[in-house]
């Protein structure tokens, strides 16, 4: 029972890490699968056969080299003078991505709420010194209440979706566009960014945790949790017109089919958005903490100021410039971590 309970909460972290502004307000899912119609789909399954298998691998190789960090896991799979560029490389894209869903935050504050930009960024800040202060408890705890929860959304909104006339052919359509080598393409980029990004999280958590079996558990149950969400959410991204224009195109799609609750789904994406930022912090601090012998908290705000800065970008602009080079360059780290062997 201790087994699958820490399991579920690795995989509630898993998913929590790579379910973040993007994939939780669709524009993520857009911008890597439902461009390519029928041919996105297929790239999900793609997709969530690498996040099944190689998150489990990513954890399972942390416990065996005693890796504390993104950095020592990195020296071990590109050696020591390569890993330096990836581990750079890392900091630039985990602060990147933090600044994504500080842009994120503001979007859904300003585009459905009516507020400013400025205050998503300063409640956000605010919890998450508030959580990251107790630790990996505290991202347990985060996690295993927002990830059910989305899940549980994503299947509702499926099944309100779905009893549309036309769905069947929105399903198969394929765009001029696309082809089945671009959905592929793209399928193993947005895999291989957010494993290279999520193992910032995953290797301290496992290390920490040191079961084999629990963590593989782990891996696969929040491998095929992404897989589910992916597919519901591209599925219910078909039915919708237009949906390129939209910054938060889910919010929308619930406002037309659920409008009853949609506030609460609001409350479910900004969930999403902080689990990321705290996840992807988490992975930063433990990281800069080798270096710097300074207070946490003050990591943390040195963090939050320079992506803060960054974030002052518009959301959709950052997450269609910064995500696909974050992907293309993250195959390497992909490529690498498939032709390693499991065990010593």
């Known amino acids: 029972m201790k087994n699958w309970t820490g399991a579920f909460q690795i995989a509630a972290v898993y998913v929590g890490t790579v379910i973040g502004a993007g994939f939780a307000t669709g524009k993520e899912i857009v911008e890597f699968f439902t461009r390519f ?30 890796a504390s960090s993104f950095e020592e896991f990195n020296e071990y799979l590109f050696g020591k003078k390569l890993s330096k560029i990836m581990n750079l490389f890392m900091l630039v894209m985990l602060l990147g991505v933090c600044a994504v869903m500080f842009s994120g935050a503001g979007a859904l504050f300003h585009e459905q709420l009516g507020l400013s930009k400025s205050i998503g960024a300063i409640i956000t800040s605010v919890l998450a010194i508030a959580v990251l202060i107790i630790g990996a408890k505290g991202l347990f705890a985060v996690n295993s209440f927002v990830v059910p929860i989305l899940v549980l959304f994503s299947i509702i909104l499926f099944f309100k979706t779905i009893p549309r006339m036309d769905f069947l052919d929105l399903f198969l359509a394929v765009p001029h566009h696309a082809t089945v080598l671009k959905a592929l393409a793209s399928a193993i980029a947005y895999a291989a960014f957010n494993l290279a990004l999520a193992q910032a999280v995953l ?52 406002g037309q ?71 293309y360059v993250s195959i390497l780290f992909l490529i690498i971590m498939m032709l390693k062997p499991l065990h010593k």
């Open 37 to 66: 119609g029928f041919y996105g789909f297929l790239s999900i399954l793609l997709s969530g056969y690498l996040f099944i298998f190689l998150g489990a691998k990513i954890m399972i190789k942390a416990i065996d080299i005693r």
């Open 203 to 254: 290797v301290p958590i496992a290390v920490e945790m040191n079961d084999k079996q629990m963590v593989r558990l782990g891996g696969y149950i929040g491998g095929g949790l992404l897989t589910i969400v992916l597919i519901s959410s591209h599925l219910v991204l078909t039915t919708l017109l237009d949906f390129h224009l939209y910054d938060i195109p889910m919010a929308v799609i619930v």
């Open 257 to 327: 089919v659920a409008s009853g609750i949609f506030f609460i789904y609001l409350l479910v994406i900004y969930g999403e958005i902080f689990s990321t930022v705290i996840g992807n912090m988490y992975g930063l601090e433990r990281q800069i903490k080798k270096y710097i012998r300074i207070e946490s908290v003050w990591i943390y705000g040195g963090i939050l100021a320079t992506i803060y800065v960054i974030g002052l970008i518009d959301y959709g602009t950052l997450l269609g410039f910064l995500y696909p080079i974050f992907g």
